[in-house]
């Protein structure tokens, strides 16, 4: 009867499909055993006539069934209901799939299954691929067999009742993609077999009761994106092997008796955006390198353990970060003093560092955050304005505010820790208060000196120069200062903080010995070079870490000073284009040791062009796209420099062998030795001037008339012109024969002729007509930066805008409204580059050009300056006469 109504429906369907002329493969059951099968499963498990019409074919209208030529391949009763009569006495009921011999999915979570997974379930259904049985209300253990289902990809079975331990067998799932097991009640250890699982990119186990330790070969599961074990009693201490996950994006070990310290070398999971750790007994304070290394961290959950110490302050700077709680530790130490420009997300981003040891002021930091808890601390001081609106501040020791803790309570805490309370503003009644900063201050010149020992007054004022500068940690795009949420007016700013050398930011403190050991006592085989600053090598750590060492004789004065302002630039910035400091030895008076991250790729200078090892003449140059990256790269680093600083800084020694690169090429300022804030700016004391007397006779660099950002401009821009050229070595040197090579090559670059700069392009890049705009942008922009005059070279910040949109540059100055774009903010950028040399290039148009003036003068960019190919420009004085330079470039110190 039923096979009769069938045919006459699949004839009718047929007919159906030839009149309307439907091209569409639709494939009627063709098994009867399978249709038989599929009944009995209806049957047992009351599945309604809304879903699965008992009269109508189940391939073609059955809802959730998937077929494959006329046979059944999947079933998704996902969330289906039950009749009325099958609900009385609900059942894990599903023998009939054990003929549908060529089933790969079976998907029925959210379906009652009350009962246990049946023992044939691993051995009837060998072609299952995805088995998803998630909140079915199954009970009883998971059964051994389960392991012979070695075709499945996915097995879910999370949020359910299951019991008993995870049965080793699934470590024989070596196919196995997806792995969720939360949400039940399973006990003992997790099996070491999962070490098999090779392709595993999902483990969920949390919420269970396992316990026992996190087997370390978890750490080898290398495809591995998501792991949750949280809320558990795993115990003992995180595996350093989890730190070889480079692709995890997700880790949650939190709610369980985790305890020890978290090992450094979870700086591998460069990939991590989740981290939770939270609710466990851990102790000490965080690795140093942690976190410069999680650059995509967005969720951190660091609360409720024992951390003490040094807060990382590097967390605050972490780009995407929109969620930190770091609540309930015994964190400590002061805000940076930065302000961070609010990005899109951050009216949302939480902040919780509540019930910590925290002390000082409140510092605009903090703005980065939509909600901020700040209670149970101990910050002092007066609220900023900022602060008011979106932050807990209960029981700290803040000035004219509610629900506080009490003097004596403030007092103590500050005085166990030997610091000043500024006693919520008042007047001390015994003795009258010293002014907080000074006090800090003169504190600390005690600690330097003693740590210094022989160092000397000198060093010790050059580092408290150096403590002025403060660099914001700039976030978001740059153009969002406009939009009223820029930093704090200087009245509210609380008073600078950051008044000591920050060990914790200058890495882990290293023991000669392993410094000894890391080089190999220093052979000749691990150095590198010897530097102006110091000789560096090549070191691996215990463990397996490739750093480099600078060696620092301090017997050398010039290495000394170069030392201390080193030291203290590294204690004050971090930003990830600068080369990431991972720790220093200090211990010996006269030799000290920084400890740098390797960088495979190692600079520029070395990375433009490299040798291959198969081919004789295999000579492998950098493409044009990772050049651009390369640029932009550098060009933020410097920018950062020059405008996220106050003052602002000089790296002085911009050039292709200062470029370090990571392993993926990703750019990291070094030869930051040289470093030194702008001549001539406020904060620069004429002692600074004073002190560097000494040093100008030694270097090649001329002392003080490059210590302004034009001169790294000028640097930089010889550094763009190696990577247009190929031309190695441009950037390091300053002699006759480059100053020759620049005067023959700049005439090539012109704003009206593209063609023309295929003239001294390197000959090694493979070019289309879409990347010869960007080539001849970046020369555009190298010549700018190339301006005999440092006050019309662009400013970092333009450089970096005209990079990242290359095609800008060159389409868009061709118009004839480009003059009276350089008013709007918009434009800018641009006509800050052409404002300069506009007027000039029509010399420039027509190739050559006029011989340049002879000079000699020894200040470098004095040298180039006057040798350039602006013939008109080059006394110096010549501008004002031209009737359109000022309309066009715009004043320098324009934000
Ligand atoms: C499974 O079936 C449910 C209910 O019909 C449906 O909502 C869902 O989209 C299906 N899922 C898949 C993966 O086909
Ligand atoms: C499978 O099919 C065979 C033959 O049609 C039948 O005898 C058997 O009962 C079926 N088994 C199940 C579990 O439905
Ligand atoms: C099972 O079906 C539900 C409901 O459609 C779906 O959310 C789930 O992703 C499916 N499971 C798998 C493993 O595809
Ligand atoms: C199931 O796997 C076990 C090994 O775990 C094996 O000994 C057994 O023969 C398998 N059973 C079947 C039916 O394949
Ligand atoms: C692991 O995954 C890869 C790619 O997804 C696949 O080619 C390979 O067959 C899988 N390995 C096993 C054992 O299934
Ligand atoms: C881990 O699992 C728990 C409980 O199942 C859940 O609350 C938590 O959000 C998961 N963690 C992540 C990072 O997804
Ligand atoms: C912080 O340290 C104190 C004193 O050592 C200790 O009693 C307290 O439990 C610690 N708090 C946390 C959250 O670890
Ligand atoms: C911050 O953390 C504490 C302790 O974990 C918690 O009680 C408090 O509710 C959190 N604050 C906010 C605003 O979520
Ligand atoms: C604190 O409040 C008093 C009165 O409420 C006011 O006179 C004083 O200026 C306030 N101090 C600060 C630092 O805001």
Known sequence: MVDQWSRVFLICSALFFLLFGCTVQQQFLVSRQERLALLQLRSALGLRAKEWPIKSDPCTTWAGLQCTNGRVTGINISGFRRTRRGNENPQFSIDAIQNLTLLTSFNASNFELPGSIPEWLGLRVFALQMLDLSSCSINGAIPFTLGNLTSLVQLHLSDNNLTGIVPSSLGQLFGLSVLDLSQNSLTGSIPETFISLGNLTLLDMSLNFLSGEIPPSIGTLSRLQFLNLSRNSLSSSIPAQLGNLSSLVDLDLGFNSLSGSVPPELRGLINLQRLVIGNNFLTNSLPSDLFPSLTRLQFVVLSHNGFNGDFPNMLWSIPELRFLDASVNNFTGMLPNVGLSVNNASNTAVLNISQNLFYGNLTPVIQRFGFVDMSENYFEGPVPVYARGNAFLGRNCLRNSTNQRNVTECASFYTDRNLVFDNFGEPNRTQPPPRNTNKRNRKLVIILASVFGGIGLIAVMVIIIGMLIICKRKRGTTNQRSTGVGPVPEGETPPPHGVSLNFSSLGDGFSYNQIVQATSEFSDANLIKKGHSGDLFRGILEGGIHVVIKKIDLNSSVKKEAYMLELDLFSKLSHPRLVPLLGHCLENENEKFLVYKYMPNADLYSSLFKKINSGDDGLKSLDWITRLKIAIGAAEGLSYLHHDCTPPLVHRDVQASSILLDDKYEVRLGSLSEVCAQEGDIYQSRITRLLRMPQTS???????????????????????????????????????????????????????????????????????????????????????????????????????????????????????????????????????????????SSDVAAVPVAPPHKVEGSGSFKQSGTSGSQNGDGNGHSSSTRPHSKEIFPEQNED
């Open 698 to 840: 030694d270097q090649g660099v001329s002392g003080k008339s490059n210590a302004t950002c034009a001169y790294d401009v000028y640097c930089f821009g010889k550094v763009l012109l190696e990577l247009v050229t190929g031309k190695l070595g441009i950037s390091s040197s300053n002699d006759a024969t480059t100053k020759d090579w620049l005067e023959s090559t700049l005439p090539y670059i012109s704003i009206y002729d593209k063609e023309l700069v295929t003239n001294i392009l390197d000959p090694s890049l493979i070019i289309d007509e879409d990347l010869l705009e960007e080539v001849w942008a970046m020369a555009i922009v190298a010549r700018s930066c190339l301006n005999p005059k440092p006050t019309r070279r662009p400013l970092m910040r333009y450089i970096l805008k005209a990079l990242e949109n290359p095609l800008k540059v060159v389409r868009e100055e061709h118009t004839s409204s480009a003059r009276l774009r350089t008013t709007s903010s918009r434009g800018s950028w641009n006509a800050a580059l052409f404002g300069s040399w506009r007027q000039s």
